[in-house]
Every structure is written in structure tokens, then in C-alpha cells.
């Protein structure tokens, strides 16, 4: 009886020990199998991604090509460049985006003379060293300053630039600077907004001038031209034959009341030369009708008062500018277009005199 026991647990465990190797063979090629998947999708993974930077390449590669054959084709295209003259017939704001604080300028006999408050400052010191600059310590003490030396300013034209200013804005100036407006928190502090300025050539004087980038930026919005279309026009910044420009008002008005700025203007009047350069995408006959059209259509009593203007075959009437309208630069009607309403005032309070802003002619010389 021992021995037939002790062969039944051999029997056993031998049988016991197959299943084991039968099972542990059996996890085994499960394991190579899911390892073998796994490789074959982290491969086909792999395929895919190399699959999608070939075709990405090719995308870039193509796009290459087709901006190689516009920019061929543009090269060929020949542009014709005309001469203009550009009058002022209403006054124009084009800022720079910095306004001229009253440490920077001093206003005499409805003049306002701008310039660079360190290198004034220095030549007052060369002139004068027992000034104790440490008084000169805030905006109000260098204000008052400056203002105690404008004979001296003008005398020696330590300015960059002599501008005409309102007469009510000479007298805040003279009178109300750094005090409350209205009764409310608000202070006079006399900051004017800037028109973009550089050196005429022919004058050799600080003066603003009108960007080609406006002009152009009119054009476009008028012809609804594409993106290949206004590489096909060039326009040049202006330079002045005849520039004047003032210190007045902007008056924005709302339903409630009128939002008076200060700002420089070229004044009505001036004159200036630019040209362009252009394909045959469009002719000046076509943009005149089309101005035509457009500004009839958006401002037609402000057009038919301009449009008197216009004399010659060869001149069109234009708007540019701060202050014309978001309508007039941007043609779109989903734009929602603002409530108030800005216009050119001498005068803050007297609105007898107010023109609105931007209005001018243009006329090819020669086409």
C-alpha cells in the first residue's frame, strides 16, 4: 500500500509539472504575441508619422513652388509710375501715436514752439549755472519752468517746429494748466495729439506729411482689392510743397455731449506731391467712379459740398485720416460702425466754425 501511494503522488506531481511547462509555454507565446502586435502597431505608428511629414513636406514643397511662380509672375509685371499732387480741403490728422506733453513745448503769440526738453534744458544750464535742477523735481515745477524761459527758447530757436494753436488752447495754456475741468477729477494737462512728422527735403523743416500707407489704404478699401492685387500698388509718402498746420479741437459727438481732444492738424489748403506705382489692375478712371460711388453712398452731403471741388477730368476726391469714419476704412457692413461723430472745431465751445476731417483732392499730373 506504501508503495502504490507514493507512485500515485509521482504520478501526480509529474502530472502537475506538465501543466506548468504546458502553462508557462502558453503565457509565453501569448506574451511574444502581444509583443509582436505591439511592435507591429508602434511600426505601423511609425509608417503613419513618416507618412504624414513626407506629406506635410510636400504641402510646404508645393506651396514653395506656387509662391516661387506668383512672385515670378509678379516680377514680370510691369509697373507704371504716375505723378500726383494732393490738396488739402479739409484739415487732416494722421498721428503717430504720442502726444506732446507741456515739458516739451511753450506757446507765445498763438504759437506753439516744440522741442526736446534735455537738450533745451542743457542749453539753459550753459546759459545760466546757478539753476538748482534738484527743484526741478515734477511735471508742474519743469512746466512752469520752461515757461519762464520762452523768450530765451525762441530767441536762440532751440524748437524743432513753430506751429499755429487755437487761441482758446494758447489761453488753457496760459491760465488753466493743471487745473480741474468741469468740477470733476479730470485735470487741464494740456497733452496735444501728435500728426506724423519728418524733415522736408526741400525746406529742410520738421513738418507732417501724409504715409503712402493711407492713400493706399483708401484705395483698398474702396476697390476691394486682394492681397496679390495691392502688391501691384505702390504708393509713396508725400512730400510738401505748400504744408500749414494748426493746434485745435477734435469734437466726437455723442447723443450727450461733444468729447473735445487736442490735436495737430495739416490745415485746409496744403499742398503736397506723391506718386504711384501700378499695374493695369485698375485705371484712375475706374477708381474715380468708384470714389464716386462710395462716398455718394456714405456721406452724400459731405460729398456733394467736396465734389465742387473737383474740376478737372484728371482730379478725384479722397478721404484719409483719423477722425473720417470707420466706414470709410473698412468696407465692411458687419463692422458695427461707432455712434459719435467726429469734427474739426478752432474753438472748443463755438461750433460755427467745424469742418469734418480728411476730406482732399488728388490730381495726376501726368498718366
Not at 10 to 37: A, H, L, W
Not at 193 to 209: C, D, F, G, L, R
Request: glycine residues 2%; proline residues 2%; positive net charge.
Amino acid at each position: 500500500m506504501m508503495a502504490k501511494s507514493k507512485i500515485n503522488v509521482n504520478i501526480v506531481q509529474g502530472f502537475k509539472n506538465t501543466q506548468q511547462k504546458k502553462s508557462t509555454k502558453i503565457d509565453q507565446t501569448k506574451k511574444q504575441k502581444e509583443e509582436e502586435k505591439k511592435q507591429k502597431e508602434i511600426q505601423k505608428q511609425k509608417e503613419l508619422e513618416e507618412k504624414r511629414i513626407q506629406e506635410e513636406q510636400e504641402k510646404i514643397e508645393q506651396e514653395k513652388r506656387k509662391k516661387q511662380e506668383i512672385e515670378k509672375e509678379f516680377n514680370k509685371t510691369e509697373l507704371k509710375t504716375y505723378r500726383l499732387k494732393i490738396t488739402t480741403l479739409s484739415p487732416v490728422h494722421i498721428g503717430d501715436g504720442t502726444e506732446l506733453e507741456p515739458i516739451s513745448y511753450v506757446i507765445q503769440d498763438k504759437f506753439l514752439y516744440s522741442f526736446d526738453e534735455n537738450y533745451v534744458l542743457e542749453n539753459i544750464l550753459k546759459d545760466n549755472k546757478n539753476i538748482d535742477i534738484n527743484n526741478l523735481e515734477n511735471m508742474d515745477t519743469l512746466v512752469e519752468f520752461f515757461k519762464s524761459y520762452k523768450d530765451f527758447i525762441i530767441k536762440n530757436q532751440l524748437y524743432k517746429s513753430k506751429i499755429a494753436v487755437a487761441k482758446d488752447i494758447a489761453k488753457l495754456y496760459d491760465n488753466n494748466y493743471g487745473q480741474s475741468n468741469n468740477n470733476d477729477e479730470s485735470f487741464n494737462q494740456m497733452l496735444i495729439q501728435k500728426n506724423i512728422a519728418t524733415i522736408n527735403p526741400y525746406t529742410n523743416q520738421y513738418e507732417p506729411y501724409i504715409p503712402g500707407s493711407s492713400i493706399k489704404g483708401a484705395f483698398q478699401t474702396i476697390l476691394c482689392l486682394s492681397v496679390d492685387e495691392s502688391r501691384l500698388l505702390k504708393v509713396s509718402d508725400t512730400i510738401g510743397l505748400k504744408v500749414e498746420n494748426q493746434i485745435a479741437w477734435s469734437l466726437r459727438e455723442s447723443k450727450k455731449s461733444k468729447i473735445p481732444q487736442k490735436l495737430e492738424v495739416i490745415s485746409k489748403g496744403s499742398i503736397y506731391k506723391f506718386e504711384i506705382s501700378k499695374s493695369n489692375i485698375f485705371s484712375f478712371k475706374d477708381l474715380k467712379e468708384k470714389l464716386h460711388q462710395f462716398y455718394q453712398d456714405n456721406d452724400s452731403q459731405a460729398y456733394l459740398n467736396f465734389s465742387r471741388e473737383v474740376r478737372k477730368e484728371n482730379q478725384f476726391l479722397l478721404k484719409i485720416g483719423r477722425y473720417i469714419g470707420q466706414k470709410f476704412m473698412a468696407n465692411n457692413p458687419d463692422i458695427k460702425q461707432p455712434k459719435t461723430k467726429a469734427m474739426f472745431s478752432i474753438s472748443e465751445k463755438n461750433s460755427k466754425v467745424e469742418l469734418p476731417f480728411g476730406w482732399v483732392v488728388c490730381e495726376i499730373i501726368d498718366d
